[in-house]
């Protein structure tokens, strides 16, 4: 190996996996920043298959490779850290670009994807390799080596959070190939030091010049907000920020007007805004003038104030402050402004509110619904969609302010006379205006309301709806008022409870008139059969299933190219049809990486059956689990990068100390057998009683949630580290050859996967999702009676 101690070797391997992780992490911001945030998850599955190609190259080369592995540990590790930052400079060239909104459209966007992903698979590829040598050639400690690898992970989890907050987006891929590049030179050997020293110091120079001196900007895909903001004459970007929340951007223009829902009848000046744009993607407009905001008074958001008067008001994600100026200058005497987001709060309330008006809170709104006992007149929720609609690109994300669960918190904060006001965007085909009419009828139903009808109004423009939903049932002066409303401003009733069909489109007529049938089913007793009928899925999102844009079925997308063209269907649902594509590409590429050397391998190969139930196993339970707990902490922890951070942290770090102490027990199938056994125990129990304990425990102070989180976390992640270097070390007894194949088995079923567990929590649910991890494990566990 060289004249280094093993003691160094920990500490290379811990740092690279610390880089690997900041790097993987600082990748998906930055595809999430030029592409979408659904882009970013295919190339990071399909780049992380750098790890079952690393484990199928050891298998066909070991001998060689250990036998030069003084050599060729360092230059891997190298190679790692210098394609982090070349993969990005060369994804940005002209011969590399690549648009998701083309996918399925020009041909030419596969073989560009596959190049794209190609580059990206290189340093996974790099530092796989060096990790799974030092793995082979240390199989008899592996537990401290699996240990090294998971606690650096961990704690790699950790520097990208901070990176993000002290990084440029572009920055970060330089700094973590940096500290891959210094892993190579602490474990160089003695007697290289000065050869190897001086081209690593070179290394470094380079990448030092790329990172501050000479920085790549960010190449918007042409489809991005910003990118179609930033065409706009004489429009510039004044300041931007990053932190784990996003790449957060002001810009400024002379010609930028917002006004959704505006009434046709409107005959004064909108007026000009600036915008705050999260990872490219609009997060709303910026005022030039308080005064600008009664604008709004000519729009269908105005519904809730012009037929009551709420003075105490709550707004939900309250993004740039818009909406909260609009209610404290018409009649809210009490504004709570809720809004998770500092940057975009940063950069808009200097403008919006310098006189602190209203009240701010820096946090999830469901969050604070589950901290406040507050009641209130009003609750105001984030506009829903956007203008053209978003092509499903929100298909997969979660949405945990409008499930069912959210609207009943909200509606438990209501007085009796408060409302719940939420606007949408029109799309064709009508799916976000039916899904919300769904779930506000759904929660009414739960809340033992027979006549939901009697609930509910909502009034149409030419572009968006407005919902209101009142805790009790609307008056007859009420609904005078609507009508009124509507008279005056060019807008139809779409909702009103004695509401007659010639109302409905007076003032902006509809091509196709579907809508109010369809609004009609829902509030009538015939909403389950459309849910079953209907070509998309508008059933309410829930806690279990939180994904409130997700409106592909795949049953019914043969019947919508019909319709409307092959091309043109993918269009409605992009976002989760990437999911599909990334799933399948990873199993073609298993397969590859995966099968097809078992033909090379076969003479070698005497534990085949249970090599790949045990590692695969093990490989895709850990990766259900992963993200079911990210899933079910983002409400309880209070954002996703608070949940995402927790999970991977502290399963790396207690997997990492599991690992740590499986050298201490015996070898052989009772002690693999034991430990899965306990494993598949804590995530069947975990599967029924998790989500009741979150639930209870989310109006906790942040410290306590802290240690509560730590201990529900760390519990399954301490017994699932012991497994894989359980299993390295018998089967390097029985065929030590088998070693890297095991460990590419591993790697390639867990990005598998990834995306299979999507899939399936967006068809199931979490809790289906859990309960197949513990199946996996059990499966494991059943192989370990096989004979090996």
């Given at each position: 190996?060289?004249?280094?101690?093993?003691?160094?070797?920990?500490?290379?391997?811990?740092?690279?996996?610390?880089?690997?992780?900041?790097?993987?992490?600082?990748?998906?911001?930055?595809?999430?920043?030029?592409?979408?945030?659904?882009?970013?998850?295919?190339?990071?599955?399909?780049?992380?298959?750098?790890?079952g190609?690393?484990?199928?190259?050891?298998a066909?080369?070991?001998?060689?490779?250990?036998?030069?592995?003084?050599?060729l540990l360092?230059?891997?590790m190298?190679?790692?850290?210098?394609?982090?930052?070349?993969?990005?400079?060369?994804?940005?060239?002209?011969?590399?670009?690549?648009?998701?909104y083309?996918?399925?459209?020009?041909?030419?966007?596969?073989w560009?994807?596959?190049?794209f992903?190609?580059l990206?698979?290189?340093?996974?590829?790099f530092c796989?390799l060096?990790i799974?040598?030092?793995?082979?050639?240390?199989t008899?400690?592996?537990?401290?080596?699996?240990?090294?690898?998971?606690?650096?992970?961990?704690?790699?989890g950790i520097?990208?959070?901070?990176?993000?907050?002290?990084?440029?987006?572009?920055?970060?891929?330089?700094?973590?190939?940096?500290l891959?590049i210094i892993?190579?030179?602490?474990?160089?050997?003695?007697e290289?030091r000065?050869?190897w020293g001086?081209?690593?110091?070179?290394?470094?120079?380079?990448?030092?010049?790329f990172?501050?001196?000479?920085?790549?900007?960010l190449?918007?895909?042409?489809?991005?907000s910003?990118?179609?903001?930033?065409?706009?004459?004489?429009?510039?970007?004044?300041?931007?920020?990053?932190?784990p929340y996003?790449?957060?951007?002001?810009?400024?223009?002379?010609?930028?007007?917002?006004?959704?829902?505006?009434?046709l009848?409107?005959?004064g000046?909108?007026?000009v805004?600036d915008?705050?744009?999260?990872?490219?993607?609009?997060?709303?407009?910026?005022?030039?003038s308080e005064?600008?905001s009664?604008?709004?008074?000519?729009?269908?958001?105005?519904l809730?104030?012009?037929?009551?008067?709420?003075?105490?008001?709550?707004?939900?994600?309250?993004?740039?402050?818009?909406r909260?100026?609009?209610?404290?200058?018409?009649?809210g005497?009490?504004?709570?402004h809720?809004?998770?987001?500092?940057?975009?709060t940063?950069?808009?309330?200097e403008k919006?509110?310098p006189?602190?008006?209203?009240?701010?809170?820096?946090q999830?709104?469901?969050?604070?619904?589950?901290e406040?006992?507050?009641?209130?007149?009003?609750?105001s929720?984030p506009?829903?969609?956007?203008?053209?609609?978003?092509?499903?690109?929100?298909?997969?994300?979660e949405?945990?302010?409008?499930?069912?669960?959210?609207?009943?918190?909200?509606?438990?904060?209501?007085?009796?006379n408060g409302?719940?006001?939420?606007?949408?965007?029109?799309?064709?085909?009508?799916?976000?205006?039916?899904?919300?009419?769904?779930?506000?009828?759904e929660?009414?139903?739960?809340?033992s309301?027979?006549?939901?009808s009697?609930?509910?109004?909502?009034?149409r423009?030419w572009n968006?709806?407005?919902?209101l939903?009142?805790?009790?049932?609307?008056?007859?002066?009420?609904?005078?008022?609507?009508?009124?409303?509507?008279?005056?401003?060019?807008?139809?009733p779409?909702?009103?409870?004695?509401?007659?069909?010639?109302?409905?489109?007076?003032?902006?007529?509809?091509q196709?008139?579907?809508?109010?049938?369809?609004?009609?089913?829902?509030?009538?007793?015939?909403?389950?059969?459309?849910?079953?009928?209907?070509?998309?899925?508008?059933?309410?999102?829930?806690d279990?299933?939180?994904?409130?844009?997700?409106?592909?079925?795949?049953?019914?997308?043969?019947?919508?190219?019909e319709?409307f063209?092959?091309?043109?269907a993918?269009?409605?649902?992009?976002?989760?049809l990437?999911?599909?594509?990334?799933?399948?590409?990873?199993?073609?590429?298993?397969?590859?990486?995966?099968?097809?050397?078992?033909?090379f391998?076969?003479?070698?190969?005497?534990?085949?059956?249970?090599?790949l139930l045990?590692?695969?196993g093990?490989?895709?339970?850990?990766?259900?689990?992963?993200?079911v707990?990210?899933?079910?902490?983002?409400?309880?922890?209070?954002?996703?990068?608070?949940?995402?951070?927790?999970?991977?942290?502290?399963?790396?770090?207690?997997?990492?100390?599991?690992?740590?102490?499986?050298?201490?027990l015996?070898?052989?199938?009772?002690?693999?057998r034991?430990?899965?056994?306990?494993?598949?125990?804590?995530?069947?129990?975990?599967a029924?009683?998790?989500?009741?304990?979150l639930k209870?425990?989310m109006?906790?102070?942040?410290?306590?949630k802290?240690?509560?989180?730590l201990?529900?976390?760390g519990?399954?992640?301490?017994?699932?580290?012991?497994?894989?270097?359980l299993?390295?070390r018998?089967?390097?007894?029985?065929?030590?050859q088998?070693?890297?194949?095991?460990?590419?088995i591993n790697?390639?079923?867990?990005?598998?996967?990834?995306s299979?567990?999507?899939?399936?929590?967006?068809?199931?649910?979490?809790?289906?999702?859990i309960l197949?991890?513990a199946?996996?494990?059990?499966?494991?566990?059943?192989?370990?009676?096989?004979?090996?």
């Open positions: 190996m060289g004249s280094f101690s093993f003691k160094r070797l920990l500490v290379s391997i811990g740092l690279l996996s610390a880089s690997m992780i900041a790097y993987q992490l600082s990748l998906m911001q930055y595809l999430s920043i030029i592409q979408w945030y659904h882009f970013a998850y295919m190339v990071i599955a399909i780049a992380l298959l750098g790890f190609g690393a484990g199928t190259f050891l066909l080369f070991r001998k060689r490779l250990i036998e030069n592995i003084g050599f360092p230059l891997f190298v190679l790692s850290g210098i394609f982090m930052s070349l993969s990005i400079w060369l994804s940005s060239q002209p011969f590399a670009s690549f648009d998701t083309l996918l399925f459209v020009e041909q030419k966007e596969i560009r994807l596959l190049l992903e190609l990206f698979f290189v340093p996974f590829f796989a060096a799974g040598m030092a793995f082979i050639k240390y008899s400690r592996i537990g401290k080596l699996y240990f090294s690898n998971l606690v650096g992970s961990g704690l790699g520097l990208a959070i901070v990176l993000f907050w002290n990084a440029l987006p572009i920055e970060i891929p330089f700094i973590t190939g940096i891959a892993s190579a030179g602490i474990v160089i050997p003695y290289k000065i050869w001086s081209s690593i110091l070179i290394m470094l120079v380079i990448c030092f010049f990172t501050f001196q000479s920085p790549l900007s190449k918007l895909s042409q489809y991005k910003l990118s179609r903001t930033l065409d706009l004459p004489d429009t510039e970007i004044k300041a931007g920020s990053n932190s996003g790449w957060v951007q002001y810009v400024s223009s002379p010609v930028l007007r917002y006004a959704p829902g505006l009434s009848s409107y005959t000046e909108v007026p805004t915008a705050i744009f999260n990872n490219g993607d609009w997060a709303g407009a910026v005022l030039a005064e600008d009664e604008i709004h008074n000519y729009t269908t958001s105005a809730a104030t012009e037929i009551a008067t709420p003075e105490k008001i709550l707004v939900l994600d309250a993004g740039t402050g818009i909260s100026l609009y209610y404290s200058r018409n009649g005497v009490h504004v709570d809720v809004e998770a987001n500092p940057l975009v940063q950069f808009s309330s919006i509110d006189d602190n008006s209203f009240k701010h809170y820096q999830d709104a469901r969050s604070f619904l589950s406040s006992e507050e009641q209130y007149d009003l609750v929720l506009d829903i969609g956007a203008f053209g609609g978003t092509a499903g690109l929100q298909a997969i994300q949405e945990y302010l409008f499930t069912i669960d959210g609207f009943l918190s909200i509606f438990d904060h209501l007085e009796n409302l719940i006001s939420v606007t949408v965007w029109m799309d064709y085909p009508y799916r976000n205006p039916l899904k919300i009419t769904a779930t506000l009828v929660t009414l139903v739960d809340k309301i027979s006549d939901p009697k609930h509910l109004v909502a009034v423009s968006t709806i407005t919902y939903l009142k805790k009790e049932a609307f008056t007859e002066g009420e609904i005078r008022k609507v009508r009124e409303f509507c008279e005056r401003l060019s807008f139809d779409l909702l009103l409870p004695d509401i007659s069909p010639g109302e409905r489109d007076k003032y902006n007529a509809l196709d008139q579907s809508l109010f049938r369809l609004n009609d089913q829902l509030l009538a007793d015939e909403r389950e059969d459309l849910y079953e009928t209907y070509d998309f899925n508008i059933k309410p999102a829930t279990e299933k939180p994904y409130f844009s997700q409106f592909l079925k795949w049953k019914s997308f043969s019947h919508l190219q319709l063209g092959g091309q043109s993918s269009f409605f649902e992009l976002g989760y990437i999911v599909g594509v990334t799933f399948l590409q990873s199993l073609l590429l298993a397969f590859i990486l995966i099968i097809l050397p078992l033909f391998l076969k003479r070698k190969i005497q534990n085949m059956t249970w090599t045990y590692f695969a093990i490989g895709i339970g850990f990766m259900f689990v992963e993200i707990l990210i899933q079910r902490f983002i409400l309880f922890l209070g954002h996703p990068v608070y949940s995402v951070a927790a999970v991977i942290s502290v399963m790396l770090l207690l997997s990492g100390a599991g690992s740590w102490l499986s050298e201490n015996p070898k052989g199938p009772i002690s693999m034991t430990i899965l056994l306990i494993i598949t125990g804590i995530l069947v129990l975990y029924f009683g998790l989500p009741w304990v209870m425990g109006g906790l102070a942040g410290g306590v802290m240690v509560v989180s201990v529900l976390i519990l399954p992640a301490f017994f699932m580290g012991m497994p894989f270097p299993g390295l018998y089967l390097s007894e029985k065929n030590e088998e070693v890297p194949w095991a460990w590419g790697g390639c079923l867990s990005v598998v996967s990834t299979l567990a999507t899939i399936i929590a967006v068809e199931a649910g979490f809790s289906v999702l197949l991890g199946l996996a494990y059990l499966v494991t566990m059943l192989s370990c009676y096989l004979k090996v």
